[in-house]
């Protein structure tokens, strides 16, 4: 079975805080891909990132890093110094042979970020 | 470049009345992908389209649910019969097919948010 679990519901920080935001995937296939999408108030979902299975170098591009680790199927998503303009609902994702052409979707983490 | 469109933005309509939604995919993307999202939970998948092939149908909810794709380009989701159940954000995105399916980065519009009374 394909699953993607985003354990936390909602965080808040304060600004200037780092904040890590979890996201355990399960799937039987060797060959998959993982990535991160932003939903800010405005709806639209802003893709992030895109990770596959073979390379599990971490990425950093900015203030963001993610750190990807096979062994406990997990792709965790970092903001470092966080900002007013990171709150948004911030989905982890799954796509694979085995789920077809779909996204599989988290449920979505919750920032919000205070000044 | 222009992103994913979709229109309208926001429908309201009444039980057992027939909605069209539209989607109208980045320029060059051969693929396209409807998803809905109910408040407060992630996507589900409800069909993929990719070029002149058979369209994946397999995450549509009911018979109710149906969608068309006029060549490469503009797409339109019907949903028949609305039932409050049906309120949710329609979502469309669209890839480039590089990787073949899985992989290919979706770009996603700014989505229809449909409120069935």
């Known amino acids: 079975a394909q699953k993607v679990t985003q354990a936390q519901t909602e965080i808040s920080v304060v600004e200037k805080e780092d904040v890590t935001l979890d996201c355990v995937y399960e799937?039987?296939?060797?060959?998959?891909?993982l990535f991160w999408y932003k939903q800010p108030p405005s709806g639209e979902l802003v893709f992030l990132i895109r990770r596959n299975s073979f390379d599990e170098q971490n990425e950093i591009s900015g203030r963001y890093s993610w750190n990807f680790q096979k062994s406990t199927s997990s792709f965790n998503f970092t903001i470092t110094a966080s900002q007013v303009v990171d709150s948004a609902v911030y989905f982890c994702?799954?796509?694979?042979?085995?789920?077809?052409?779909?996204?599989?979707f988290g449920k979505g983490t919750t920032l919000s970020v205070s000044s | 470049g222009a992103g994913v469109s979709q229109s309208p933005s926001n429908k309201v309509t009444e039980k057992g009345k027939d909605v069209e939604l539209r989607c109208d995919p980045i320029?060059?993307?051969?693929?396209l992908y409807w998803y809905r999202q109910r408040l407060g939970q992630g996507l589900e998948f409800l069909i993929y389209?990719?070029?002149?092939?058979?369209?994946?149908k397999s995450g549509l909810p009911s018979d109710r649910f149906s969608a068309e794709r006029t060549g490469e380009s503009v797409s339109t989701l019907t949903i028949q019969r609305t039932q409050q159940e049906d309120s949710a954000v329609y979502l469309c995105?669209?890839?480039?097919?590089?990787?073949?399916?899985?992989?290919?980065?979706?770009?996603f519009g700014p989505g229809t948010r449909l409120t069935v009374l």
């Open positions: 995105a669209s890839s480039l097919v590089v990787a073949g399916g899985p992989g290919d980065t979706q770009y």
């Open positions: 994702a799954l796509s694979s042979s085995q789920a077809g052409t779909a996204l599989i």
């Open positions: 389209f990719q070029g002149n092939s058979a369209p994946d």
């Open positions: 799937t039987r296939d060797t060959t998959y891909y």
């Open positions: 320029s060059g993307h051969t693929a």
